[in-house]
C-alpha cells in the first residue's frame, strides 16, 4: 500500500526588491512520501522566486518527467517550466526546445550541484542552455529551513539582488543564491 502525500500551507509575505513586487500568499503543496522538508522549502523558494500569475505547482515526484512549477497564459499556452532540485541538461534543453515562449529555470539544491549540472551541459555541448536561468540555493539554508517540519508556517520572505532573507516562527535564516550560465 503506498503512503498517501502530506499537505503543507504556507503563508507567505514576500517581498522581491528588484523586481518590486510585495505580496501576501498563501500557498498550498502536496508533499511526496520520499520528499524531504529540504526539497518542500526548495520548491516553495522557487514558488516566490519565480512568482507570477498563474504559477502552479506541477504533478511532482510521481512524474519525474514533469517540471515542478508551471505557468500557463489564459490559453493554456506554457509561459514558464522550472525544475527543481537534480536535472538532467539533455532533458532540460528539451524542454526548452519544446516550449520556445517559455521562459525556462532551474532551482538546485547546492551551488555543487549547479555546477556539475553546468559541467555535464559543456562537455555535452548543450549550448542553447544558455536560455535557461540555472540558480542553486544555498545548502545550510536549506538545512536551517528543513529542521520546520510542521504542516503549517507563516513566514516572511525577502528576495534582494542574489540573496533570500527568511523569517519563519519568530527564527531568522539567509543565504546566497549563486546563478550560473552555460554560456
Known amino acids: ?22 505580496a501576501k500568499l498563501a500557498v498550498r503543496t502536496a508533499r511526496h512520501p520520499s520528499e524531504t522538508m529540504e526539497r518542500v522549502w526548495l520548491r516553495v523558494l522557487a514558488w516566490c522566486l519565480f512568482h507570477e500569475e498563474r504559477l502552479a505547482f506541477g504533478p511532482g515526484l510521481g512524474e519525474a518527467e514533469a517540471p515542478d512549477l508551471v505557468a500557463t497564459d489564459l490559453t493554456g499556452r506554457l509561459t514558464r ?17 519544446q516550449n520556445s515562449g517559455a521562459r525556462i529555470s532551474v532551482l538546485f539544491e547546492s551551488p555543487a550541484k549547479l555546477e556539475a549540472f553546468l559541467a555535464e551541459a559543456r562537455s555535452a555541448g548543450l549550448s542553447r542552455l544558455g536560455e535557461v536561468e540555472l540558480l542553486a540555493a544555498d545548502p ?27 523569517e519563519v516562527g519568530g527564527s531568522v535564516c539567509d543565504g546566497p543564491l549563486t546563478r550560473g550560465s552555460v554560456a
Do not use: C, N
Not at 1 to 22: C, K, N, Q, Y
Not at 81 to 97: C, F, H, M, T
Open 140 to 166: 545550510d539554508l536549506l538545512a536551517t529551513l528543513g529542521a520546520i517540519d510542521g504542516r503549517r508556517a507563516k513566514l516572511t520572505l525577502t528576495l534582494v539582488g542574489d540573496h533570500a532573507y527568511f
Open 81 to 97: 517550466w522550472i525544475r527543481v532540485g537534480k536535472a538532467d541538461p539533455a532533458k532540460v534543453q528539451r524542454a526548452a526546445d
Open 1 to 22: 500500500m503506498a503512503l498517501p502525500t502530506t499537505l503543507h500551507d504556507f503563508e507567505i509575505s514576500l517581498s522581491h526588491v528588484d523586481r518590486g513586487l510585495d
